[in-house]
């Protein structure tokens, strides 16, 4: 027990001079930061939402930073395996993340062990894009809006099903936090992604859907699904006629997906701050809003600071939702 | 009429010098990747996107799909001629039509299988353009309940793949439906059979373990002597198909592509499930079943034909819903959504250029394959006379670097040696992998949407007879079974293995 609580303690130091000196290193050689090119790991497989988002900023921040910032998808383990091969990658800014609010925030709560430490093991860059959720229904269900989807929803309990795109995703949460806060009865129905439980929706197999709005846009526009809210705090830029969750009768309520970009803890300041100014100047570029704003992704550029502070408030409010839901998984 | 004017305005924006360019750019990187065994065209067009960026949308969308159906051909020129599936879906296409390479008719069997895919891709084009719309709604009306009788049929109809004995067919569709099981639960998120492996906790990779087992488990069995090895270069003739090849590959071709257009609109795995489809069919109504798994034609025609049927009409979900049937679909998706479209019902009204476009490139792109590959079975066959020594490790190593940049997963490798090594000793032990890998991409459907069913039912089984179109399903598996066991036909079969040992 002492023996390895000491071997413990010796691994830690050796870690922490070891970091001091990569850091060193790594300091003298920020000056002409970057001078090969960089890989952006993306924790979601090629196609998805986050990939398309990470793919339009690469694309920007390649041509600013002067070096190739290639895209790598490492999927897997809901995000964790990307986001854990970041953490343990040299700290040098040449391999960053494209962090979400699944691996930031909602993982670390929801699985048992995540190998990584969301806050202690990552240094923020800067916070990217806010994706705001869609609460939509097939629109043979004879409700036109939140309010009589609850009445629905009470007179009949337990006989409606939702469908999401995973166990634990952010729109499982969206769901369960729907729940509570409403004080309804709806059965869960997991999907290997947004696609098939958009399909089974879209055929009525199950009436109602939390999503990703950019994958839900297309049919919202042309009738095939029926959006009754958006999860955000304020109505999406994209869609100014779909009212909020909040103002639809449950006050407080707030779900959203976030992009952000990290680098492994122990990178040189410098170097992040070199990131983060290239981020930010591909997030003001006129062609990458105007994509974004398809996408009906909102940009919200910050510093590294406020990226940190905004994953700590993240965990602070996803935390009780998680227990009062009891989701854990292994 | 619509559909006239809507195809020329398709054939005139895929008519463009610069749109027939990106076609062929397309249809070569994608016969290409297909020739090398494990490279899919999932990690190719995932490499390309960024490069899109800058086309204009249509020509990216013609050159990714280009790419896509591409694969499907270069992929059966492994199969057929070292026993390697490029292409997942290919698989099938390895049991006879390298049995057939074997014999020294390689040539006729790519032909075979060229000539086939160019017919099923030309209907099945032509079926996309004319139902696109009507059959997306067929497509909605498989819910839960619906799929799971899909794929107990699929199951079932595989004890017909096999072509030895029974109970080994039966315990290799058991041990894939075992293997299909690793990863984690979707519906309770618990890691099953990960061993403590973080990398499997999204199941074993179906390219990794087609690789194994088919590919690496036959270099590894062609080591054992190079005798075999003289014998099938000094047969290597004739690579045009004899007049009797054609009219024995007439009808398998036929009903390939009825099968693969009908199953390739489903989600998830069409193309793969339409080449078994079509193998137990053709082997199923065969005057001489006993030929199947030594070089018969059909089993080449009917499989290759499907595959790429179900390759084009699993386009018909992502042009109409925006929904992809299977991961290269979402790749198209993204694709998309990078360059401004949102995928989804609107895009045949909003985008016609665009929607028809695709379509029409899809025949071009048919056309400019054959073309293609026709002349080059020549050089292909030469492939065969390349000494093992240079070959052999030339393929571990595209193997291996295919396999990875699918997740950039060094686990998946892990993989490959396994199930390399399994798969040597299932052939030693006479097991087939054909059901293994049947049972290893239905098992996860199977449960993922039995499970499904019964959540949505609250727990009532009868939901499966009471929805119609299941319970027709149903019917089919049990008729099929019935026939399987049915005195006269396993007598048959009995006859056809003594036959055979």
């Given amino acids: 027990m002492t023996l390895s609580r000491m071997t413990r303690r010796a691994l830690l130091a050796t870690g922490a001079a070891l970091t001091a000196a990569f850091a060193l290193a790594a300091a003298s050689v920020a000056a002409d930061f970057p001078d090969r090119q960089i890989t952006m790991v993306v924790p979601f497989a090629a196609g998805g939402s986050t990939d398309v988002v990470a793919r339009i900023i690469a694309q920007k921040m390649s041509e600013d930073l002067g070096q190739q910032v290639i895209v790598q998808n490492v999927a897997g383990a809901g995000g964790n395996l990307g986001a854990d091969n970041v953490a343990r990658a040299e700290p040098d800014g040449y391999t960053i993340l494209m962090g979400t609010v699944a691996t930031h925030a909602l993982n670390p709560l929801i699985l048992k062990s995540t190998p990584y430490d969301a806050e202690k093991d990552f240094a923020p860059i800067s916070l990217l894009v806010v994706v705001p959720n869609v609460l939509v229904v097939n629109p043979e269900l004879p409700v036109k809006n939140v309010e009589e989807l609850l009445a629905l929803l009470k007179a009949e309990p337990g006989k409606y099903s939702y469908a999401s795109s995973g166990n634990g995703t952010p729109l499982h949460l969206s769901g369960e936090l729907f729940k509570s806060m409403a004080g309804v009865e709806m059965e869960h129905i997991p999907y290997k992604g947004s696609g098939p439980a958009l399909n089974d929706v879209l055929g009525n197999q199950v009436p109602i859907m939390f999503d990703n709005l950019p994958s839900s846009s297309g049919h919202i526009k042309s009738g095939t699904l029926r959006a009754l809210a958006v999860t955000t705090k304020e109505r999406a830029a994209s869609f100014p006629d779909i009212p909020t969750i909040a103002e639809s009768g449950i006050p407080g309520y707030e779900t959203y997906t976030w992009n952000a970009l990290f680098a492994p803890a122990g990178t040189p300041p410098e170097v992040i701050a070199r990131l983060n100014d290239s981020a930010k100047k591909t997030l003001a570029d006129p062609t990458v809003a105007e994509r974004m704003k398809e996408f009906s992704a909102a940009i919200v550029a910050s510093s590294p600071e406020e990226l940190g502070a905004h994953v700590k408030a993240e965990i602070a409010k996803w935390t009780p939702v998680v227990q009062d839901a009891k989701i854990q998984l292994d | ?501």
């Fill in chain 2, 1 to 501: 009429m619509d559909l006239v004017s809507n195809l020329a305005l398709g054939f005139s924006t895929a008519g463009s010098v610069e749109n027939l360019f990106f076609c062929l750019i397309g249809v070569l990187l994608g016969t290409l990747i297909g020739v090398l065994p494990g490279i899919g065209a999932t990690a190719t067009i995932a490499m390309l996107l960024p490069i899109t960026f800058q086309l204009e949308p249509v020509s990216s969308l013609i050159m990714l799909a280009g790419i896509y159906y591409g694969a499907q051909y270069g992929g059966s020129t492994t199969a057929i001629l070292i026993n390697m599936p490029g292409e997942s879906s290919s698989a099938v296409t390895a049991i006879d039509g390298y049995q057939m390479a074997r014999k020294g008719r390689a040539g006729a069997a790519l032909s075979i299988a060229a000539l086939g895919s160019f017919f099923a891709g030309s209907v099945s084009t032509f079926l996309v353009a004319i139902f696109a719309i009507p059959l997306t709604g067929i497509a909605l009306k498989f819910g839960a309940a619906e799929y799971f009788s899909l794929m107990i049929v699929g199951l079932v109809s595989s004890v017909a793949l096999a072509h030895g004995s029974i109970v080994k067919a039966l315990a290799m569709v058991a041990l894939g439906l075992l293997l299909g099981l690793v990863g984690t639960d979707i519906y309770t998120g618990t890691p099953r059979f990960t061993l403590g492996i973080r990398e499997y906790a999204d199941g074993l990779n179906f390219v990794a373990v087609a690789v194994g087992v088919f590919g690496i488990a036959e270099i590894l069995r062609n080591l054992e002597g190079e005798k075999t090895r003289t014998l099938l270069m000094a047969k290597v003739s004739g690579l045009w198909p004899t007049k009797d090849d054609f009219r024995r590959m007439f009808a398998p071709v036929l009903r390939g592509t009825a099968i693969g257009s009908a199953l390739g609109i489903l989600p998830g795995g069409g193309a793969i499930l339409a080449a078994f489809a079509s193998y137990t069919v053709e082997k199923r109504i065969s005057k001489t079943p006993e030929e199947f798994g030594h070089g018969a034609i059909a089993g080449v025609a009917g499989p290759e034909s499907a595959n790429n049927a179900g390759a084009q009409t699993s386009f018909i979900p992502l042009l109409t819903l925006g929904i992809p049937a299977n991961p290269v679909m979402a790749l198209m998706v993204g694709a998309m959504i990078i360059q401004g479209i949102v995928p989804g019902p609107n895009v045949a009204s909003e985008q016609p250029a665009l929607f028809w476009g695709i379509i029409a490139s899809m025949w071009i792109g048919n056309l400019m394959l054959v073309v293609l590959n026709l002349p080059l079975i020549g050089l292909w066959v030469k492939l065969l006379t390349i000494p093992y020594y240079v070959l052999f490790p030339i393929i571990m190593a595209f193997c291996s670097i295919g396999v990875y940049s699918v997740n950039s997963n060094v686990y998946d490798l892990y993989a490959v040696a396994f199930f390399g090594i399994a798969g040597y000793l299932l052939v030693k032990l006479r097991c087939e992998p054909a059901p293994l890998l049947l049972g290893f991409v239905l098992g996860p459907l199977l449960e993922e949407n039995l499970r499904r069913a019964m959540i949505l039912s609250r727990g009532d089984p009868t939901t499966f007879v009471t929805r119609p179109i299941s319970a027709i399903l149903l019917a089919i598996a049990a008729i099929v079974l019935v026939v399987v066991f049915l005195p006269s036909i396993k007598a048959k079969r009995e006859e056809v293995f003594q036959e055979e040992d």
